[in-house]
């Protein structure tokens, strides 16, 4: 149909299922799943089918935004007072390096290709200092869904977090450096170098204040407000008002959120704890679609030859600079092995902030012309675009070896993360024996006697399980014993009302069991079948569970 264009839920739907396929495929291939958001937004973009058009991901620029916030967010509540006092050198040194680093050997490298094509010495410079100042940026939102994802934790994971979440005004502010020197270098009416570094530095600090004052609003309010919900639902609110200030004053939504989250979580600790588990616990529709949407607006058209060598180039020394500068940076600050060997590998990726610079810089340089037809504009735009599609796709695959190398996959497990992987046959207990409808009392009390089961799955004679025979149930009988004698199982038994199937989540069994206040409830193979297999025992379970917990975070240390 002509003029057809989808409607803001049905764009939200499609990135959202076609996400989840995405990530589920790469997952299988031992992948990280934001590799499948971005393909995917690839294959429905400009680049692919052309399913979402360019107005419908600009009609999404606010949920963009709220995304970024709630990223900058979480990343700020990762951030307390104690890990900057013990590692806030070698932070500094690091964040120095790699930025500086990448900024000078994309630089260089670029000034050359740029020359080579434009015959311009002038025009070289301005365009290497640019993408110099661009390069050292680092995508923080697809870096840390890489360690949520494999729910990392351990030094380098802790120095991961802190140098993605600094990285933006070390970008910044190279950039607002870079960009006026090449402007006054190609005489393009641009701005004093030292009014663009004022510019910046009231933009850095200004969204720094905006965060802060929004911080500790927020932990005022939640002090009157102990419910979660509640909680949940002012602090949704707070971060948006943050978010929507700082996008009208120009400023970075990501630091502005993430001091939020800095404030929170230094001055109330406990309380703020369980806000950002439940955020992040729901922040993973808004994760796909953000992701999706990234690879939707990478839109590469056809670029001359020599753009793919200065693509290649970009790349190549960006992750050099990035792995270099990290290692002497933390050899320099005596940083843990982890961090000095790994730190580079996890800083690959380059998202929004990159891009965004670079539509800024095409704007103000779109009048110069590197060769007819492709302005020094155009270079920006389409060397960027293209070189954060590349390094969209390896940089989440560099962050798993990282932290994969580092041995700290896994270590930021919850007793409720195992239950979900664990199946009630890997936790039944098989060792109870059975009692059989005509087994005596007498010998049963003498089982109870001698055996801490408290609770005996029942069999009829063709081995299907009939009831159940709890201690409690022998209590009045226990009282007089002649009973015994002729009593049998089948006369005090209580028939059966819950089982459990083997192959069940063990979160949902212990769920289930809480529900209907049973401490043990027998377990058979299938409901088909219903052969007994054993018993599950909930503190037996959540023991076992415990112990799993404790192996798993010994085994990664």
């Known amino acids: 149909m002509e003029g057809f264009h989808l409607g803001v839920l049905a764009v939200l739907g499609i990135c959202v299922a076609g996400g989840v396929i995405g990530a589920w495929i790469f997952q299988r291939l031992h992948v990280p799943q934001v590799v499948g958001y971005i393909v995917i937004g690839v294959l429905i973009g400009d680049t692919g089918v052309g399913l979402l058009h360019p107005a419908d991901i600009a009609a999404l620029r606010p949920f963009n935004n709220f995304a970024l916030g709630l990223i900058g967010f979480l990343v700020g509540g990762e951030l307390s007072a104690s890990i900057f006092k013990q590692y806030g050198r070698q932070f500094t040194l690091i964040l120095l390096g790699e930025g500086l680093a990448a900024f000078l050997l994309v630089g260089l490298t670029s000034t050359g290709i740029v020359y080579l094509v434009a015959h311009d010495w002038v025009i070289a410079v301005a365009a290497g200092i640019v993408f110099g100042a661009i390069a050292s940026a680092t995508d923080p939102a697809s870096t840390l869904d890489v360690l949520w994802e494999y729910r990392s934790a351990g030094v380098l994971t802790t120095s991961i977090i802190a140098i993605v979440a600094l990285d933006d005004a070390l970008a910044m502010t190279l950039y607002g450096l870079g960009t006026s020197i090449a402007s006054i270098l190609t005489q393009s009416g641009g701005e004093s170098v030292a009014l663009t570094m004022l510019h910046t530095a009231i933009e850095l600090i200004g969204a720094i204040g905006l965060g802060v004052a929004c911080g500790f609003l927020l932990n005022a309010l939640m002090h009157y407000m102990p419910q979660t919900e509640k909680r949940l639902g002012i602090s949704i609110g707070i971060i948006l008002v943050c978010i929507g200030l700082a996008d009208a004053l120009h400023m970075d939504v990501i630091l502005s959120t993430m001091a939020v989250g800095i404030v929170l979580i230094n001055l109330a600790p406990k309380r703020s704890h369980q806000l950002f588990e439940v955020i992040r616990s729901f922040s993973t529709p808004i994760y796909i679609i953000f992701f999706v949407l990234v690879g939707a607006r990478l839109s590469l058209g056809s670029m001359p030859f020599w753009l793919h060598g200065l693509v290649i180039s970009y790349v190549v020394m960006r992750s050099l600079g990035k792995w270099i500068g990290s290692y002497w940076g933390g050899r320099i600050s005596k940083a843990e092995a982890p961090v000095q060997n790994y730190m580079g590998m996890a800083l690959f990726a380059q998202g929004g902030v990159a891009v965004g610079l670079s539509i800024v810089a095409s704007q103000n340089l779109q009048h110069i012309q590197v060769v007819e037809g492709m302005s020094l504009g155009d270079t920006i735009i389409f060397t960027v675009t293209a070189t954060t599609l590349c390094v969209q796709l390896i940089g989440p695959a560099f962050a798993k ?92 038994m209580q028939p059966l009302k819950e089982r459990l199937m083997a192959d069940m989540n063990l979160a949902e069994a212990l769920h289930e069991m809480q529900d209907t206040q049973a401490e043990a409830i027998p377990v058979v193979e299938s409901d088909e079948s219903g052969k007994l297999i054993g018993v599950l025992d909930e503190r037996a379970a959540r023991r076992r569970v415990s112990a799993e917990l404790v192996r798993r975070q010994t085994a990664a240390i």
């Not at 207990?429 to 089961?453: K, R, S």
């Open 401 to 492: 070896l990282a932290i994969k190398k580092a041995n700290e996959i896994g270590r930021n497990v919850t007793e409720e993360d195992i239950m979900q992987e664990l199946k009630v046959a890997d936790v039944v207990d098989t060792d109870v024996v059975p009692l059989q409808e005509g087994t005596p009392l007498a010998q049963v009390v003498q089982n109870f006697a001698e055996q801490e089961t408290m609770v005996y799955p029942v069999v009829a004679s063709d081995g299907t399980i009939s009831g159940v025979l709890t201690f409690d149930m022998l209590k009045e009988i226990l009282i007089d014993r002649d009973t015994w004698l002729w009593l049998v199982v089948g006369d005090v």
